[in-house]
Every structure is written in structure tokens, then in C-alpha cells.
């Protein structure tokens, strides 16, 4: 709730057209439905992180550091995959 509010509160001074989301967006009739299968994703990759940070620790017998580091590239390239929608658009 906190992050949604403090997002209309950062949107609202920024002009009409460069705005993360286009206000008549917000008026679709299935906004709601829309927004709740973009964020449906997330729970799903967090759950499937502890199961493999479990699995790697567990069964595979490693510690917490190797485990860390296997997830070091997946880390990497998220980071770099969520930060190209803001390059490209301050490109254009």
C-alpha cells in the first residue's frame, strides 16, 4: 500500500506523457486484473529461491557462501535485465 501510494505521489508532478503508466490506463475496465497477472510472477520466483538456496545447502551439502555465490549470476543479470526498459526509454 505504502509503494503504491508513494508511486501516484512521484507520478503526479512528471508530465502526462512521461509517465510509467499513461493515466488512461488506469481507467481500463480490467486494470485490475491486468496488474494483478503482471505482478503473479514475483511470489513465484521468491519461493523458488528458498527452495534452492534449501536444496543447495541441504542435500547438495553447501555452505552458505557457494550458495550465495550460484546465485550471483542470476542476481547480475536481473539487475541488468530490470535496468534496460530504463535505458532504452531515456534513449528515445
Given at each position: 500500500m505504502v509503494l503504491t501510494a508513494g508511486f501516484v505521489v512521484c507520478e503526479r508532478p512528471i508530465g502526462e506523457h512521461d509517465t510509467a503508466m499513461?493515466?488512461?490506463i488506469w481507467f481500463y475496465s480490467n486494470f485490475a486484473i491486468l496488474l494483478g497477472l503482471a505482478v503473479l510472477p514475483l511470489p513465484r520466483w521468491g519461493t523458488n529461491s528458498v527452495q534452492f538456496t534449501r536444496l543447495l545447502?541441504?542435500?547438495c551439502g553447501l555452505r552458505t557462501i557457494?550458495?550465495?555465490i550460484h546465485f550471483l549470476p542470476l542476481g547480475l543479470?536481473?539487475?541488468v535485465v530490470t535496468t534496460l526498459p530504463a535505458?532504452?526509454?531515456s534513449t528515445h
Amino acid at each position: 500500500m505504502v509503494l503504491t501510494a508513494g508511486f501516484v505521489v512521484c507520478e503526479r508532478p512528471i508530465g502526462e506523457h512521461d509517465t510509467a503508466m499513461h493515466p488512461p490506463i488506469w481507467f481500463y475496465s480490467n486494470f485490475a486484473i491486468l496488474l494483478g497477472l503482471a505482478v503473479l510472477p514475483l511470489p513465484r520466483w521468491g519461493t523458488n529461491s528458498v527452495q534452492f538456496t534449501r536444496l543447495l545447502q541441504g542435500p547438495c551439502g553447501l555452505r552458505t557462501i557457494e550458495t550465495a555465490i550460484h546465485f550471483l549470476p542470476l542476481g547480475l543479470s536481473a539487475a541488468v535485465v530490470t535496468t534496460l526498459p530504463a535505458i532504452f526509454h531515456s534513449t528515445h
